[in-house]
């Protein structure tokens, strides 16, 4: 397949717009019934745990996200339910801290544009 092989294509054979995809993949997730708004992102979060669910080595995921570190990959892309686990096993297992991958289960309430929490100094 060439390079320029699109992988989803308008009727007339070029790409499809940005925003025509992000309401596609909104719309879908609506239907799935899932409470928060799904976004175009959504899809590097379901790759990660995927790869992770199916016995893809740690680094080869961490490196095809992108990150700097297998925890933070670990801590904010590898998604995990009760069921996922060995019996036995703990979230906090996976990443190596105590509130597993928890806070990453659903996008934060203010959404991508919040402002980092500054400390006072």
């Known amino acids: 397949m060439p390079e320029t092989t699109l992988v989803f294509a308008?009727?007339?054979?070029g790409p499809?717009?940005?925003s025509y995809l992000y309401r596609v993949v909104r719309a879908a997730g609506e239907r799935a019934g899932i409470a928060w708004?799904?976004?175009l992102h959504t899809f590097r979060?379901?790759?990660?745990?995927?790869?992770?669910?199916?016995?893809?080595?740690?680094?080869?995921?961490?490196?095809?996200l992108g990150h700097h570190?297998?925890?933070?990959t670990a801590s904010t892309y590898i998604?995990?339910?009760d069921d996922d686990l060995p019996d036995g096993a703990m979230l906090a297992d996976l990443v190596g801290g105590p509130e597993?991958?928890?806070r990453a289960t659903r996008p934060p309430e203010t959404g991508r544009d919040a402002a980092p929490a500054v400390e006072a100094v």
């Open 45 to 64: 979060h379901s790759a990660g745990t995927l790869l992770y669910l199916r016995g893809a080595d740690k680094e080869k995921i961490r490196k095809s």
């Open 100 to 102: 597993g991958n928890t």
């Open 16 to 18: 499809l717009g940005r």
């Open 79 to 81: 998604h995990l339910g």
């Open 69 to 72: 570190s297998w925890e933070f």
């Open 10 to 13: 308008g009727v007339n054979g």
């Open 37 to 39: 708004p799904v976004g």
